[in-house]
């Protein structure tokens, strides 16, 4: 079993910058692959970024390439999304999640068994 507790949204204007942070629980995190996915309002959830156990790989949706970076520290059982240039069609809220596997799954919602109850990340024009 795997906790997740998000953190770190807020308000924040366009071209700014955000930090979210995603504490997980347990004594396995390194085995763990971390992804961010994000939902708007009205909309389906959507893959963000992912990364791999060591963090050594990553992935992320042609949406946010350039502008967020995903990443780990596993000493501290967290994971990262450092979000940069934002825009106000960013806003939604942002949910990380974990799962063992790796590959195409790590872009799927289906390919994470684990959530977090997410945070809300606002861009404002």
């Known amino acids: 079993q795997v906790q997740l507790v998000e953190s770190g949204g807020g308000l924040v204007q366009a071209g700014g910058s955000l930090r979210l942070s995603c504490a997980a629980s347990g004594r396995t995190f390194t085995s763990y692959t971390m992804g961010w996915f994000r939902q708007a309002p009205g909309k389906e959830r959507e893959f963000v970024a992912a990364?791999?156990?060591?963090?050594?790989?990553?992935y992320y949706a042609d949406s946010v390439k350039g502008r967020f970076t995903i990443s780990r520290d596993n000493a501290k059982n967290t994971v990262y999304l450092q979000m940069n240039g934002l825009k106000p069609e960013d806003t939604a809220v942002y949910y990380c999640?974990?799962?063992?596997?790796?590959?195409?799954?790590?872009?799927?919602?289906?390919?994470?068994?684990?959530w977090g109850q997410g945070t809300q990340v606002t861009v404002s024009s």
């Open positions: 999640a974990a799962d063992r596997s790796w590959g195409i799954r790590a872009r799927t919602i289906s390919g994470y068994d684990y």
């Open positions: 990364i791999s156990w060591s963090g050594g790989m990553t």
